[in-house]
């Protein structure tokens, strides 16, 4: 049954910033791992929790690269993690086990955006699916014990609007049979939300907490890639000088706003006591079953009762299981 998805009126917009929702808290002491931390949104939630007092700890499979992009950022180191890789991900966690340290919040933020073509991880999975789900659930189990140990932790996993409209190919996972890029990408992020739905309802009791993030559509400032230059006009995200356009109001951000969200679910007291929820505009989207078209003007990213069915997050926890196993 769905419960909590209403918004609590947070006092915070489409157009607030990371900053925005972390003015007047203190993070001292709090330790944050986000993956995939260094580049555009998981930067500005690095950096922002950070600069809140939070010590933030960056997952990247190429540390170099990380350590580079966030040199500048006190209160943020770099750890090596691949979440295709089981074996990564596991070391990961051991050597995070071992420093003794308490987790207080876990932000999943790392993805792969489309592919146009089929790719598998060494085990068979489809990669986008591999990285965005299998890894992060992976390493969610792991963190178990130091999230535990905070006495009260939070998983915030990433996901998007496009939760709406993808669907779980219960009988293709891989995509072996029509991959479709929008398809496989639509379906890492039901699973996202899924995820979410069934991990707070297990360990809610225990104090830790389940939160699913849209960001918004953030494409960045630019130069844009030439390839992607006609489809972003067609959908509105770029003017006829190949300017982005920004429009919070309708989904369309910046870095800062998209990761306002991602920081609120991570961190901000206003969601206390809730859990298992869809998040949009720093605050718990609306629960809308209407269909409602995707066009350059309207990006349909409230809620719907399909990502938070309760069958099917238990479901996708059984399948991840297995496919892990």
């Known amino acids: 049954m769905i419960t909590d998805q209403h918004p609590t009126d947070s006092g915070f917009t489409a157009a607030s910033t990371a900053t925005d929702v972390l003015a007047g808290l ?9 993956t995939g931390g260094h580049s555009r949104l998981g930067r500005e939630v690095s950096r922002a929790l950070a600069a ?5 700890t960056v997952a990247a499979r190429d540390t170099e690269r990380a350590s580079a992009a966030v040199a500048d950022l006190p209160g943020v180191t770099v750890e090596q993690l691949d979440l295709t890789d089981p074996v990564s991900i596991d070391a990961f966690a051991e050597r995070w086990r071992a420093t003794g340290r308490p987790l207080h919040a876990l932000v999943n933020n790392a993805a792969m955006l489309f592919s146009p073509e089929r790719r598998l991880d060494d085990r068979g999975n489809e990669l986008s699916f591999s990285t965005t789900h ?27 609007g496009a939760a709406r409209f993808g669907q779980i190919r219960w009988d293709d996972l891989a995509f072996a049979r029509g991959y479709d890029a929008g398809a496989a990408y639509g379906q890492s992020k039901r699973a996202n939300v899924l ?9 809610a009791d225990e104090g830790i907490r389940a939160f699913a993030a849209h960001p918004g559509v953030v ?9 992607r230059l ?3 006009r067609e959908q509105g995200l770029i003017d006829a000088d190949g300017a982005t356009v920004i429009d919070p109001a ?9 990761a306002a969200t991602l920081v609120f679910g991570a961190v901000s007291p206003v969601l206390d006591g809730v859990g298992g929820v869809y998040l949009k505009d720093s605050d718990v989207a609306v629960l809308d079953d209407t269909v409602r078209p995707l066009t350059a003007s309207s990006i349909p990213s409230d809620a719907n009762s399909a990502m938070l069915d309760e069958a099917d ?13």
């Open 26 to 34: 203190d993070l001292t002491g709090r330790q944050v791992v986000v």
């Open 52 to 56: 809140a007092g939070a010590s933030v």
């Open 134 to 160: 299998l890894g992060h659930f992976q390493l969610t189990r792991a963190l178990l014990p130091a999230l535990r140990a905070a006495d009260g932790a939070r998983v915030l996993t990433v996901t998007s």
């Open 195 to 203: 995820f979410t739905v069934e991990l707070d309802r297990r360990l």
């Open 219 to 227: 494409i960045g400032p630019g130069p844009h890639d030439p390839s």
């Open 230 to 232: 006609a489809s972003h």
């Open 250 to 258: 309708v989904g369309k951000k910046t870095v800062e706003q998209g």
């Open 313 to 325: 997050a238990r479901r996708l926890w059984a399948v991840t299981e297995q496919l892990l196993a």
